[in-house]
């Protein structure tokens, strides 16, 4: 069974919607300071956010405050499934179309067999 690269004109209407979207980009910091803005920054952020979100949720009335305290981890949501998107077809294009993996599983244990069989015929030469 041959495998085929994803097509992303073949992708259902949302999957194109959300890779259709800018990806967020870390190019104006330093390559040695993205670890330090994945692991210090952003859970700081992230905290800060949720005290945003309470706070939105006592300031405003019931609908927009639902709406409002809703819409940043919204979009972070979609950003991650953005990114997730992306570096899935990057690594099936890549790994599994690119290479053309054989999935014969028969053929590959025969071949083991084979294999086990010779090894253990060249030991017992070998005493």
């Not at 097509?7 to 919607?17: E, F, S, V, Y």
């Amino acid at each position: 069974m041959k495998t085929e690269k994803i097509d992303r004109r073949k992708l259902p209407l949302i999957c194109r919607l959300i890779l259709k979207l800018p990806m967020p980009s870390l190019d104006f910091l330093p390559q040695v300071s993205h670890g330090i803005f994945w692991a210090v920054i952003v859970p700081i952020f992230m905290v800060l956010e949720s005290y945003l979100a309470l706070s939105l949720l006592l300031a405003f009335a019931f609908p927009t405050n639902i709406v409002l305290a809703g819409a940043i981890p919204a979009i972070i949501f979609i950003i991650f499934l953005r990114i997730q998107f992306e570096r899935f077809i990057n690594w099936w294009n890549s790994t599994i179309a690119q290479q053309g993996y054989e999935w014969n599983v028969e053929k590959a244990t025969r071949e083991y067999i084979d294999l086990q069989n010779n090894q253990k015929s060249k030991k017992n030469e070998e005493s």
